[in-house]
């Protein structure tokens, strides 16, 4: 382009950030009377539909005049507060928390709505609502227009994501607010390994611990050694495939807790079952104790223990017989059953280890002994159930394991008179998706929904993949126009996701499907009654929820 054209159109740009910054207070207070509405009649979601709207009309908007830290800024609220609508926020019901962030972006868009500061910390009140999902990922990137692009990728998956434009901010960032990770773009005009030194002197100067995970578009040696001895915990190539990036971010950062294990005690006598319960559950098990054998096949359907550990002696069975009936089940026949008992006789040790018993241990016992000798075989057990049960491709629970959760799960809601909702995803098109872009990008499609799941859905929720790229979602005590609501938001975030191919950047969508357990519905009725609200969804046009 000649120098005029050039100067004409840095000219024109100029003009129309300048529009824009001159309507921008006038928005800004629309956005604060909102937020006024909001806490004033906090049972009012007509309001905070609206305060919605005004987020929505930024974000979309304040990147393309040229306010790119303003309209990531206005998109991590809208993601956030839309959490809220649908139930679905770390917070709660508390839109104390929510209020708080959206006044911290007014005052920082009333003093630097072009984030030349870029790093705002938050209020008291807000901070001490974020949970590790909403503490901050920096992304040092030099670029505006491909640093918002990743910013809001990632922030369609749940992060909290602040961009900071060159090395010489990071080091203020970091002291100002610390970030769960640093992702670092190599692309930087002193050179590409001079990103690697810089967060390598900032980690030693300052002795903070964050993630590090550098991203480039050379894959050579020096390049990555360098890295390594920055301390990368990742390095990836571009481009990038956002899918993977969020998969390691959650390893990193080690999403949620681990799930305690379970174990099944069968004892008749109450004090010794209390003491090893004790035991159990100062090591972190969960524990249940049953003392009516009678009762057993009942307990493993609620409680589906991963460990029973069991008394050789019972009076209304022996031990050896309840562990062959329990054998008889092919739902059990891979938990781990231990006998702790006192009996001395070797024969009738032999005895109940060849009735399909695992181990023999016998009384009295350490307690560091039966902690240890427990907790490896339920681990073990675990681990390789994961294998079995699950898909390879996404981790969720494969077609045959999600029909064994459901009719556990259906049974629960029985017991307890509570709600239970089921929904069926279908990728819209997904033939097209392979057709077009081949198998391997398709597989990139599945693994989005599936992250995209596991990270905005609960930890008690069930997901599975059903079957290509179909997948479902047990949700206890949950009606289906909640489940409805918090699974349009999904949809809603997911739609905006670009997936990568050599071809193209392309977004894909889902149909979902939701039903509510009825007075005399089972599992197999609640599928279908999912399958069928499914159909409607397709048959209404696609990309859409239907109940």
């Known amino acids: ?54 987020l929505h009309g930024l974000s979309g908007s304040a990147g393309t005049f040229g306010f790119s830290e303003l309209g990531l800024r206005a998109t991590e609220l809208e993601i956030l507060l839309g959490d809220f609508i649908a139930g679905t926020a770390a917070g709660g019901k508390d839109f104390l928390s929510v209020a708080a962030r959206v006044k911290d972006f007014v005052r920082w868009a009333e003093t630097d709505p072009k984030g030349d500061s870029r790093v705002a910390p938050p209020s008291e009140a807000a901070a001490a609502h ?21 910013a809001v990728q990632l922030q369609h998956f749940g992060y909290a994501v602040t961009v900071v434009s060159d090395l010489a901010r990071l080091e203020a960032a970091i002291a100002a607010r610390a970030p769960a990770a640093v992702i670092m773009d190599l692309g930087f005009p002193a050179g590409i390994l001079a990103g690697a030194a810089e967060a390598a002197r900032i980690r030693q100067r300052g002795g903070r611990h964050f993630a590090l995970i550098f991203i480039s578009t050379r894959s050579n040696f020096t390049a990555r050694l360098a890295t390594v001895r920055a301390g990368a915990d990742d390095y990836f190539s571009k481009p990038l495939d956002i899918v993977a990036l969020v998969e390691r971010l959650d390893r990193l950062l080690a999403r949620g807790e681990a799930r305690p294990l379970r174990i099944l005690l069968i004892d008749e006598n109450a004090r010794t079952a209390s003491a090893h319960a004790a035991i159990l559950r100062a090591a972190g098990m969960e524990t249940r104790v049953l003392d009516k054998a009678g009762e057993t096949l009942q307990v493993l359907v609620e409680y589906r223990p991963e460990l029973i550990l069991m008394d050789l002696h019972l009076s209304t069975c022996g031990g050896a017989e309840l562990t062959r009936l329990i054998r008889q089940d092919n739902l059990y026949l891979d938990v781990p059953i231990v006998f702790l008992s006192d009996e001395a006789d070797v024969d009738k040790r032999l005895e109940a280890i060849g009735s399909g018993a695992d181990d023999f241990l016998t009384m009295p016992i350490t307690p560091a002994h039966l902690v240890s000798a427990l907790s490896s075989r339920t681990q073990r057990y675990r681990e390789l159930r994961g294998l079995i049960m699950r898909d390879g491709l996404t981790g969720l629970l494969n077609h045959s394991a999600v029909k064994e959760h459901l009719v556990r799960e259906v049974a629960r809601a029985r017991r307890n008179g509570a709600p239970l909702a089921l929904a069926m995803l279908d990728l819209d098109h997904f033939k097209r998706v392979n057709d077009l872009y081949g198998h391997p990008v398709g597989d990139q499609v599945i693994r989005a929904v599936a992250r995209l799941l596991q990270q905005r859905l609960r930890r008690g929720d069930i997901l599975g993949r059903y079957g290509g790229e179909e997948f479902v979602a047990i949700m206890p005590a949950t009606l289906a126009a909640t489940a409805a609501a918090v699974l349009d938001q999904v949809r809603e975030s997911f739609s905006h996701i670009r997936h990568h191919s050599e071809l193209e950047d392309f977004t894909a969508t889902f149909s979902v499907g939701v039903a509510e357990l009825g007075a005399d519905g089972d599992a197999d009725t609640l599928l279908e009654a999912a399958d069928d609200a499914l159909y409607r969804a397709k048959g209404g046009g696609r990309n859409r929820v239907a109940t």
């Open 130 to 150: 974020q949970d590790d999902r909403m503490q901050p990922i920096y992304l040092v990137h030099d670029n505006a227009g491909m640093a918002h692009d990743i």
């Open 1 to 54: 382009m000649p120098e005029s054209g050039q100067q004409n159109l840095a000219a024109t740009l100029q003009a129309i950030e300048r529009m824009y910054a001159d309507k921008l207070p006038e928005r800004l207070r629309e956005l604060g009377d909102c937020l006024r509405r909001c806490l004033d009649e906090p049972g009012v979601h007509a309001h905070c539909d609206q305060l919605l709207e005004k």
